[in-house]
């Protein structure tokens, strides 16, 4: 008998494009050479250019599909993306907490790419309570990352390294806080852990707007994860991966482009035009 892959189970809404969300976490753990497990938190009405409407599941469906996988196989990484509801975030929290020694990223979506707000000011409140303490890495946005750190003034912490301090001490182990959009010239990313700031990669901005690039990203970090590599390592070759899925990408509608996760099925990888530190 072979070996099995390294197994990865998502959290996630359903995106019926294909560009985010669970489609987006089994597209890319399955390129990855993970095998992925689904669990779905959402029903969701978007295509390309933006989300129209979202139905939670009820909690009890959502713990049920984790628990049904969790008692039939080993699973080496959890991915959370999407949630729903504030007891959806509740019932994954508990769930998740019975196994303490898995790696767990955290994609806190707080909307779309096109401004659809998806997570309330509750939800924010939630995943920080209580996902934030559980959580091997978060990978925020700038924008995501000021909107959980927020202060009662507007203004308060829009530095990026003031808010992955206080990511921190809400009690994650490590910070990865993108650039995309920053008004920069390359895409910077930063990956902070207690000490401060332990690696930072730039990335050639390619010109497009991407559907599912942080989905992309997040499960991209827990493939690696599952499959051994430690945190500095994984990012660094999750962010690679990302960036080739996105200069393949492609535009099937009338919105966003998608990445193309399985370019490496259709071309050679081009050469990865990228500045890094560590």
Request: aromatic content about 6%.
């Amino acid at each position: 008998m072979s070996q099995p892959p390294p197994i990865v189970l998502s959290f996630a809404a359903s995106d019926s494009s294909g560009g985010a969300g669970a489609q987006a976490d089994i597209l890319t753990l399955a390129s990855m050479g993970c095998h992925p497990l689904s669990v779905i938190t959402a029903i969701t009405i978007q295509d390309t250019a933006g989300v129209d409407h979202v139905m939670a599941l009820d909690a009890e469906w959502v713990v049920d599909q984790a628990r049904a996988v969790l008692e039939d196989m080993p699973v080496h990484a959890f991915k959370i993306g999407m949630l729903g509801s504030v007891e959806t975030i509740a019932a994954i929290a508990e769930v998740i907490s019975d196994y303490p020694d898995i790696p767990l990223v955290l994609d806190p979506v707080l909307a779309s790419g096109r401004g659809d707000e998806l997570a309330s000011g509750s939800m924010r409140a939630a995943m920080c309570e209580l996902l934030l303490p559980q959580a091997t890495i978060i990978t925020p946005n700038s924008l995501e990352a000021r909107q959980l750190t927020q202060g009662d003034d507007e203004h308060d912490l829009q530095h990026l390294a003031q808010c992955a301090a206080r990511l921190l001490q809400m009690g994650c182990k490590y910070v990865l806080i993108t650039g995309t959009h920053e008004n920069t010239l390359q895409v910077t990313n930063h990956l902070y852990g207690c000490e401060g700031v332990i690696r930072s990669d730039s990335w050639y901005r390619l010109a497009d707007a991407y559907h599912g690039s942080g989905c992309t990203l997040a499960s991209a970090i827990a493939a690696t994860l599952a499959s051994g590599l430690p945190i500095v390592e994984s990012v660094y070759e999750a962010q690679a991966y990302t960036w080739q899925s996105l200069k393949a990408g492609f535009r099937p509608g009338m919105g966003q482009y998608l990445p193309d996760r399985m370019f490496w099925a259709r071309s050679e990888a081009g050469a990865v035009q990228r500045t890094g530190t560590k």
